[in-house]
């Protein structure tokens, strides 16, 4: 039998999150905002995830404000399918992954591209405090087209225009074989979240680029899982 939950809000000590862990470079449709210029003599499309995490700190409710630092002003968004662990699991198998996986929910990647950017390493641009939305839902993957594999529709919205409009489809590295990746560096644990990758759309990819400035509602939604409603605030304001 199927279940779907609601997903508890970060804040609450019952329920909550332990980490986030994402891969940066996302769909095969991914705009050049995830995907840094292939070094000389590199394929167009990588071999291997590159991984950044993200902590409980940075999580928020799928309908609790989004909080804007001041030490920003290249806010960005990135609508995800998210992968929710089940069961413990290190270096996991095909099946062993498959069994791990409890379900899927969905996250809105919130960045700071000035921060991203400053280094190689892009944690310092996707950690930060009460930035991430993920929710509303848990849903089991016998609930969704394609089970452990889920072709959904994915779509995020600032003040009721589309930005971004793709399927998990194209996604470069599918969510078991994430779990399987992921696992082989560090033991997965019941309530980490793997993001899964985001599609073209995302402001700092965009002709002049576009970013949060504070004020704005952002809507990511994920088809059969549910929508993240969230209005910026600018940190300290947020409820």
Not at 55 to 67: P, V
Not at 185 to 202: F, Q
């Amino acid at each position: 039998m199927g279940a779907r939950g609601p997903w508890r809000s970060p804040a609450s000590p019952r329920g909550a999150p332990r980490s986030a862990r994402s891969p940066p470079r996302r769909h095969r449709t991914a705009s050049p905002e995830a995907v840094p210029a292939p070094r000389p003599g590199s394929r167009d499309l990588p071999e291997h995830p590159t991984l950044f995490a993200k902590f409980g700190d940075s999580l928020i409710g799928a309908g609790d404000d989004i909080a804007r630092p001041e030490e920003t002003s290249q806010f960005d968004w990135e609508v995800e399918l998210a992968v929710v662990i089940g069961k413990p699991v290190r270096r996991a198998t095909p099946a062993t992954a498959v069994e791990a996986i409890a379900g899927f929910t969905a996250l809105n990647d919130i960045t700071c591209r000035d921060w991203q950017f400053r280094t190689r390493e892009w944690l310092q641009g996707k950690m930060w405090d009460s930035s991430t939305p993920v929710g509303p839902y848990l849903v089991t993957p016998d609930e969704l087209p394609g089970g452990v594999r889920p072709v959904l529709d994915v779509r995020l919205e600032v003040d009721g225009e589309v930005m971004q409009s793709d399927s998990t489809g194209d996604l470069l590295f599918d969510p078991v074989a994430l779990v399987e990746y992921v696992s082989t560096i560090v033991r997965l644990n019941p309530g980490d979240i793997i993001a899964t990758g985001t599609p073209g759309g995302v402001g700092h990819a965009r002709k002049p680029p576009r970013f949060l400035l504070g004020g704005e509602s952002v809507v990511a939604e994920v088809a059969g899982i549910g929508r993240l409603d969230n209005r910026v605030v600018q940190e300290g304001k947020a409820r």
